[in-house]
């Protein structure tokens, strides 16, 4: 297996309020990877911090085995247009969809092909048909997102991050904005990227796809890694006590016998 | 071109631009206070659903809107006392045009924050019996009133530069003073600059304080 | 007292053509100003802090002294100390340009910090630099908000080159003044040019309430 995200001691402070306290996480090829951790706990902003959206504060990134910045003398130093080609590598899907409300779902999905990539009319467009077949929406490709439900806006963000062809995709709590009914068409597209291979990292609270579809859990408390193992033992059997605390305040969800 | 520069001037004759500047604050002192009062009642005549009062506030408030102030004011001077026999001084003549100006705009900024109040409140008043004015003058104004503070501040700041217009018909104030002293000694650039200087000291911790009751009134909102 | 429209209307022609060169000047101003009010707002947003002051500085100085101080400072200063010529035209078009751009860079500004952050994140997250992020995403959604906010600053920069009547250039109102003088009548001269701006005025103003009306329907915000 190779190794494709890491961290290495990641620190991150806003102002007075230190949110990482050193995360060392790996992720390889292929590998679903949940984040839990309750609201403060810090996942989210370790997420932001994988592409770069959050500057760490210290710490280092590594993709493919190579460390994002330049360092000199103990200071990372981030290049912003390297960020940028950095960004397309690793894609990202919004609590809110982020959805660009003046372009057609189309266009939106072709939007960071043709400004960012580059590629040209034609095939930026076949890729985008293709993504949102992946998503099961061809038929809203002319839609303006304001005409599409919540579950259906986040396919068409899941696929607009798809089109750019990402080596992992970060998915930062795709379903706590939606309605309970639309929960499900969401989760069922990311389960189907799991089985295709996709490398992910998710803050969900969906404790049911963290157990059957990640290979690991990680349970994050103020700022570091608390417990780490494969979801069929983390969540049985969680070690501490604050662990514990969180997983019964998920009581609603129950583990299949 | 050799241009001597004559600061020593302006210093020497500040009375002259403090005396202009007392003309200013004179007209935006009568102007600011009758035009807000006045635009008072024509918005909240302008928002009765009776023909006979929201018609007649809505023509005025369109005429004195939709035409610029200098001909207002011009029109006052050379127009008015022909029509009714009056004479205008500059005084006069720039004062109605200012007052019934700033009238029709801040009728609208009174009848926007009037309607800006949720139906609810006129309902709660009625259910506990007030009659439309206990309603207008005790539910809905106060809340009103308070949230165009900051729009009614922006207007007092526009009818302060308006006052300007008023050395066109030769009323003495700042600017006329300091067209007064370019013209006897030859130094238009340090008196324009400095009556635009005196302005912009006046006017620009106004416009902060604007920012800060709009950044507060948004805070307390929420 | 009796009205005599006569003189009024022989002499309307020169009015006309007066009210040309006022709407010459106002669209003149309006070219420069608006790219020039967009360049500050961006100045103004900037995270290098001294040009962001610089602009700050600008667009609060020409918002809080009066136009006709402009005017008489770009006419009567200007020419000196910078030894050019300026007919009364290009103090015109000069002063409205740079008073008006610094209301729409006002206006420019509050466009774009109306829009959400999330559609910042959004282009950032497909890769997006901050420019390509203003220009594809940030600023076509601005612009549509802040129409309304646009026409109500060109109706006062319509109402506001009446000025240049005060340094002899030859726009509807100065060609008023001349007539009123040379023909006696100044009450209907006077009062046939304020019908001509409120005409003209009144059309605008309620064009751009019809078009914020309709973008209250479509659900599209606005920004004032």
Known sequence: MTE???????????????????????????????????????????????????????GKVYLHGKAVGTETKGQIKYNESHLCSVRT????????????????????????????????????????????????LTDKAGE???????????????????????DVMLFDEVTSALDPELVGEVLKTMRQLADEGMTMICVTHELGFAYHVANRVLFLNDGTILEEGNPQQILRKPETQRMCEFLEGHSLFKLPD | MEYNWDFATIFLNWRVYWFGLQGTLLMFAVTVTLGMFGGLIIGVLRYLKHPLAAWPARTFVEIFRNTPVLVQII?????????????????????????????????EIYRAGIQSIDKGQWEAGKAIGMNFRQTLWRIIMP????????ALTNRGIEVFKMSTLASVVAYVETLNQAKLIADLNYNPIESYTAVALIFFVVLFPIVQATYALERVLKRGDE | MEWDFTPALNNIDILLLGLVNTLKITGLSLCFGIPLGLLMALSRLSEFRPLSMLAAFIIEFFRTTPPLVQLFWFFFAFPIL??????????????????????????????????????????????????????????????????PAFMERSIELLKTTTLVSTIAYTDLMYQANDIAQKTFRPLEVYTVVALIYFVLIFCFSQLSIVIERRMARSGEGTVH
């Open chain 2, 143 to 150: 809340v009103a009133l308070k949230r165009v503070l900051p």
């Open chain 2, 75 to 107: 029109w006052f001077y050379y127009a008015f006392p022909i029509l009714t026999g009056i004479e205008t001084s500059p005084f006069l003549a720039a004062a109605l045009g200012i007052t019934l100006n700033t009238m029709a705009f801040s009728a």
């Open chain 1, 89 to 136: 590598k690793v894609g990202m899907v919004f609590q809110h969809f982020n959805l660009f409300p003046h372009m057609t779902v189309l266009q939106n999905i072709m939007e960071g092909q043709r400004t960012v990539l580059k590629r040209n009319a034609a095939d930026s467009k076949e890729k985008s048909m293709l993504q949102l077949e992946r998503v099961g």
């Open chain 1, 144 to 166: 303006y997102p304001s005409r599409l439900s919540g579950g259906q806006k986040q396919r068409v963000a899941i696929a607009r991050a798809l089109a750019m062809d990402p």
């Open chain 1, 4 to 58: 494709l995200v890491r961290t290495e001691s990641l620190h991150k402070q806003f102002g007075e309020l230190e949110v990482l306290k050193g995360i060392d996480l790996s992720v390889e090829a292929g590998e679903t990877v949940v984040l839990l951790g309750s609201s403060g706990s810090g996942k989210s902003t370790l997420l932001r911090c994988i592409n770069f959206m959050e500057l760490p504060t210290s």
């Open chain 3, 82 to 147: 910078f030894n050019v010529n300026m007919t009364p035209f290009t103090t015109a078009i000069v002063t409205f340009s740079i008073q008006s751009s610094a209301f729409f860079a006002e206006i420019f500004r509050s466009g774009i910090q109306s829009i959400d952050r999330g559609q910042w994140e959004g282009a950032r997250a497909i890769g997006m630099t901050r420019n390509q992020s203003l220009r594809r995403i940030i600023l076509p959604q601005a612009v549509k908000r802040m129409i």
